[in-house]
């Protein structure tokens, strides 16, 4: 039998778990053999109806197409260390989006939180159905779900902001990836807004802070990632200094050491945490000059570990529009 690949929100089943987005477009489309669109949009039809009319708010099929000009597909493993690829030959990509809601990003009030498990039902549905019913050998349905917060995250922010205000952390890569405003930063804001989305990966790091090992995350990116959620914070907080990075990030790693402490490390967690962070504040200084600020009058920590390695992807300021 002939292998078939469904991608449902980014994630590969039934050949292994993965992130999962488009890498390769062709100047003309990919096969898709007879029939099989037309199958789909049959299938889009009957179970759209369905769910549609769910209780508690439905979900409708917007899309119903061949996978277009798309080539192949990148498959990550979640460590992102790993890299394969799948043709999109033959494939049938489904959209699928909260009713009312504008997608990829609906509205908070519309979306459906990441728990839910209808969306994941009905992307499982319309992969079984297309399979038995077409000869498409890939199912694509990247639905839209919300970033997800954590309450340890959002006090943390909440406490610098001086108001309550969300962290979002992206629920996959493919989201960030996604995310036009997201293209190389650590995290990014609106001016006056009452959250910030953080990098994919980052918030997970930061609740790692208050573990004995961190949770085998390395201590340099757990301190990039509480730096980045406490720099991000000071932007949401309502105060004349809060456009300006320089300022902004003079507040951030005067803070640090706190933030650590917030979130459950122990006091010689919290100065290993600060060391890295201090070398990675340093780092954003030199790199970018709307960083620097003058007579900062941060506290230099003791003798420093090796200076944390560059970012993987070549993320580079924070930022907040």
């Given at each position: 039998?002939?292998?078939?690949?469904?991608?449902?929100?980014?994630?590969?089943?039934?050949?292994?778990?993965?992130?999962?987005?488009?890498?390769?477009?062709?100047?003309?489309?990919?096969?898709?053999?007879?029939?099989?669109?037309?199958?789909?949009?049959?299938?889009?039809?009957?179970?759209?109806?369905?769910?549609?009319?769910?209780?508690?708010?439905?979900?409708?099929?917007?899309?119903?197409?061949?996978?277009?000009?798309?080539?192949?597909?990148?498959?990550?493993?979640?460590?992102?260390?790993?890299?394969?690829?799948?043709?999109?030959?033959?494939?049938?990509?489904?959209?699928?989006?909260?009713?009312?809601?504008?997608?990829?990003?609906?509205?908070?009030?519309?979306?459906?939180?990441?728990?839910?498990?209808?969306?994941?039902?009905?992307?499982?549905?319309?992969?079984?159905?297309?399979?038995?019913?077409?000869?498409?050998?890939?199912?694509?349905?990247?639905?839209?779900?919300?970033?997800?917060?954590?309450?340890?995250?959002?006090?943390?922010?909440?406490?610098?902001?001086?108001?309550?205000?969300?962290?979002?952390?992206?629920?996959?890569?493919?989201?960030?990836?996604?995310?036009?405003?997201?293209g190389g930063?650590?995290?990014?804001?609106?001016?006056?807004?009452?959250?910030?989305?953080?990098?994919?990966?980052?918030?997970?790091?930061?609740?790692?802070?208050?573990?004995?090992?961190?949770?085998?995350?390395?201590?340099w990116l757990?301190?990039?990632?509480?730096?980045?959620?406490?720099?991000?914070?000071?932007?949401?907080?309502?105060?004349?200094?809060?456009?300006d990075e320089?300022?902004?990030?003079?507040?951030?790693?005067?803070?640090?050491?706190?933030?650590?402490?917030?979130?459950?490390?122990?006091?010689?967690?919290?100065?290993?945490?600060?060391?890295?962070?201090?070398?990675?504040?340093?780092?954003?200084?030199?790199?970018?000059?709307?960083?620097?600020?003058?007579?900062?009058?941060?506290?230099?920590?003791?003798?420093?570990?090796?200076?944390?390695?560059?970012?993987?992807?070549?993320?580079?300021?924070?930022?907040?529009?």
């Amino acid at each position: 039998m002939k292998p078939r690949a469904i991608f449902i929100a980014g994630v590969l089943l039934a050949v292994g778990t993965f992130t999962a987005f488009p890498v390769q477009a062709s100047p003309t489309a990919s096969t898709l053999e007879p029939g099989s669109l037309a199958r789909a949009h049959t299938i889009r039809a009957q179970i759209g109806a369905r769910y549609r009319a769910l209780p508690g708010g439905g979900l409708a099929i917007t899309e119903a197409s061949s996978t277009g000009v798309v080539e192949s597909f990148a498959l990550l493993t979640p460590d992102l260390l790993e890299t394969r690829f799948l043709p999109a030959d033959n494939g049938i990509y489904y959209a699928t989006c909260p009713v009312r809601a504008t997608c990829p990003y609906p509205a908070r009030r519309l979306a459906r939180p990441a728990a839910d498990l209808a969306p994941h039902r009905l992307a499982l549905e319309l992969a079984l159905h297309t399979f038995l019913e077409s000869s498409a050998d890939v199912v694509v349905n990247p639905f839209a779900n919300t970033d997800l917060t954590f309450p340890a995250l959002n006090a943390l922010a909440s406490h610098w902001a001086k108001r309550d205000v969300v962290v979002e952390c992206p629920a996959s890569l493919e989201t960030w990836i996604a995310d036009k405003n997201a293209g190389g930063t650590w995290a990014y804001t609106f001016r006056d807004a009452d959250w910030t989305r953080i990098k994919v990966g980052l918030c997970e790091a930061a609740l790692a802070a208050e573990q004995p090992d961190y949770g085998g995350i390395e201590p340099w990116l757990v301190a990039i990632a509480v730096h980045v959620i406490t720099h991000e914070s000071w932007h949401l907080r309502l105060w004349q200094g809060r456009r300006d990075e320089a300022r902004v990030e003079c507040k951030a790693i005067r803070s640090d050491r706190r933030s650590f402490l917030r979130l459950g490390a122990t006091p010689d967690q919290a100065d290993d945490l600060y060391s890295w962070a201090w070398a990675f504040h340093i780092r954003q200084a030199k790199l970018f000059p709307e960083y620097r600020l003058k007579g900062c009058g941060a506290k230099r920590p003791g003798p420093l570990s090796p200076p944390p390695p560059p970012p993987h992807d070549g993320s580079g300021p924070m930022a907040a529009g």
